[in-house]
């Protein structure tokens, strides 16, 4: 179906633009009352991930509601390891939490390569739901969790803020680290390509924890399989956000992907730089600007879309939207990127 | 008294060493057994933290039992708010909690700048009894944290995975934020300088949120206040721990104070290069290095000595070492940097 609205794709093929393209990470959920109205009504986060007309509901509302130039599919990362083997609850407040967790190369063995037709079923379903549904208005953004991210909850099973048992595995035993994280790539291809065919137009690849680990591991254990990803995936554009790892950038310039996400601590000029004329930038407001007033909001919009250019950008946050900003900030930043004029 | 062992102190002030000396922050703590056994025989942490004589005692403990080459007075960063006046609880596997916080200018008004002797004595009595033990075996290292980690609790009332609660009153009301910024900066330096007068023969300011903020908020909230303590301070060497602001390392060499300290995810010889030759560089072991086997502890506690060369460096982690990790472990961390020959 042709896009009426593909600037996304065009900023992430390097093609000219007549303005940045603008969504927001974590864009349908908490922000906005028409989501909290939904999610309210039913028994919680995984019933609302699990029944896709809902998923393509809340999916579509942010391009109703702020009028960002792309959906993404209402999901979760952990929607993988449950598909593996490893169910999570989604706990109030708390976040996830798994029953089960892998501590040995018997547990690694255990997991399945799972038929993502099947066990993923209504992931695939709401993403055929939103497309039908958005009718060809802005293009849908699927999307998985880095290995190492999917990783680290397997094996702490939780949050955590140092992630030193995951930490921990990948020093004490590599060669489990490097089956689990093999399965882990394997899965995550077969579930993007499955996407993809469902009717997603990018995919984006969210390596949340890439900023715990050295730069020597992180070349090791993390990006190693973010570049199997990339290498498998040619479809559609493909965009890879390794979140705090900045010091990445250069070998992330390097991967079989279009666009690379920044977060807001990553100094526009100095990662252009590092990470080359050759790809797309995504990023990377201070999720926390829209804290400010209008007028702030304005400036510092300006500034970032002044410093990236007008092609090969795709204005976002540097991180998810957090839950209790207004709706009113999140359009006054869509409405600033729209509205500049490079 | 003259120092036996003034490795760190020569270290700090750019002089010639015979080794690298080495120390790990955290190192009085849970990793230790005959630590574990004096806090189990008390109320809580705070009580040992509040009680002089056990507050040496286990600041003493790892000279004896690691063999490091400093001490670092046992004590909490969050005795300053409360001298301040917002008292807190240390909840086991929670971590710290205050009953109120900061959330009015009223609130701000309402803290007072305290009279640290008075408040905060019992800090100052187990430095001064820590140094009549220690007998001049090693120097001892005081500690307050920066500012704006102040500030982050004050605000928050607690940990927090992204401070958005105090980055929110960064961007909603800077007048209040400089307001009480300035007012923990003043206790700091009071603090901090009346911990070298009871016998601190280095200090150390812990910035451990400094990476969540943006660099131009962390210029404008945070190094500037850093800025002034360092300005203050000019008794003994003074080392800025800014944990994840890989963004201003530019800045943070161009502080007043002897010793950088870089997390693990700086890059030796680029942090180097961004810091100047002028500082002294402290770190920067991935902590979850002491999981590996010994020889792999040998081996990369060998690399990372060989970057940073032989003198302007102090060996330590890049973060506290974990509880988890066995005393073995971090003997070998040690005797490798006690043993390596530049």
């Known amino acids: 179906m042709k896009l009426d609205n593909d600037l996304l794709i065009r900023a992430s093929e390097g093609k000219d633009v007549e303005r940045t393209p603008v969504w927001l990470m974590r864009q349908a959920g908490r922000i906005l009352p028409q989501y909290r109205a939904i999610r309210n009504s039913l028994s919680g986060f995984k019933e609302l991930v699990e029944t896709p007309e809902l998923a ?73 739901i939103t497309k039908n549904e958005l009718d060809g208005r802005v293009p849908l953004i699927g999307f998985a969790g880095a290995p190492w991210t999917i990783f680290s909850y397997m094996i702490e099973g939780q949050g955590s803020k140092t992630f030193s048992k995951a930490k921990k595995m990948l020093y004490s035993n590599p060669e489990l680290s490097h089956k689990l994280l093999q399965k882990i790539t394997a899965t995550t291809i077969k579930y993007l390509k499955a996407q993809i065919k469902a009717g997603a137009d990018v995919v984006q690849v969210f390596d949340s924890w890439a900023g715990i680990l050295s730069h020597q591991q992180y070349l090791e254990f993390g990006i190693k399989y973010v570049k199997e990803i990339c290498d498998a995936i040619n479809e559609v554009p493909i965009t890879v956000f390794s979140k705090g790892a900045y010091f990445a950038r250069k070998e992330l310039g390097e991967l079989n992907c279009n666009t690379i996400g920044l977060d807001w601590n990553m100094d526009i000029l100095e990662s252009r730089a590092l990470i080359g004329q050759n790809k797309t930038l995504q990023g990377n407001l201070d999720p926390c600007v829209l804290y400010s007033d209008f007028k702030s909001i304005e400036n510092q919009t300006n500034q970032m879309l002044c410093k990236f250019g007008k092609n090969r950008h795709i204005a976002n946050l540097g991180h998810g939207v957090y839950p209790d900003i207004s709706p009113d900030k999140v359009i006054c930043f869509i409405e600033a990127v729209k509205s500049y004029e490079h």
Chains 1, 2 share one sequence.
């Open 56 to 128: 393509a509901e809340v999916t579509i509302q942010p391009v109703d509601i702020l009028g960002v130039d792309a959906a993404i599919i209402f999901s979760d990362i952990l929607v993988v390891p449950e598909a593996m083997g490893l169910p999570y609850q989604m706990i109030e407040k708390k976040g996830p939490w798994f029953e089960n967790t892998i501590q040995s190369i018997k547990d690694v063995n255990d997991l399945v390569i799972p038929d993502v037709n099947d066990q993923l079923s209504y992931v695939l379903d709401a993403i055929k």
